[in-house]
């Protein structure tokens, strides 16, 4: 079982940066695949970023890349997710999501991840 809490989500204007959290409790940290999705009020839930918390490498939407970094701490069973230059378009509610292999390297679609957190609240005004 993996239980995930999101935090960090807010209000801000466009232009300004948030960091996420998520943090994962889990005996198997080490093999899990973690990814942030986010979904607009009317839009299918996108996935944005993804990282294997075994020193993966990141991947990204397009439609984020340049903006957004995913990241980890290790010794705190927790990953980021920095959003900078943001748009009232990143506006949504962000899940945090995971789920265990031996590797992963992309976002893969929101089926492919068992464990959900509750969301987070990130509003962008212009």
């Known amino acids: 079982q993996v239980h995930l809490v999101e935090s960090g989500g807010g209000s801000v204007q466009a232009g300004g940066s948030l960091r996420l959290s998520c943090a994962a409790s889990a005996f198997t940290y080490s093999r899990l695949c973690m990814a942030w999705f986010r979904q607009a009020p009317g839009k299918e839930r996108e996935g944005v970023a993804a990282i294997y918390t075994n020193y993966g490498t990141p991947d990204y939407a397009d439609s984020v890349k340049g903006r957004f970094t995913i990241s980890q701490d290790n010794a705190k069973n927790t990953v980021y997710l920095q959003i900078n230059s943001l748009k009232p378009d990143d506006t949504a509610v962000y899940y945090c999501?995971?789920?265990?292999?031996?590797?992963?390297?992309?976002?893969?679609?929101?089926?492919?991840?068992?464990?959900w957190g509750h969301g987070t609240q990130v509003t962008v005004s212009s």
């Open positions: 999501a995971a789920s265990i292999r031996s590797y992963c390297n992309t976002v893969s679609g929101e089926y492919e991840y068992k464990y």
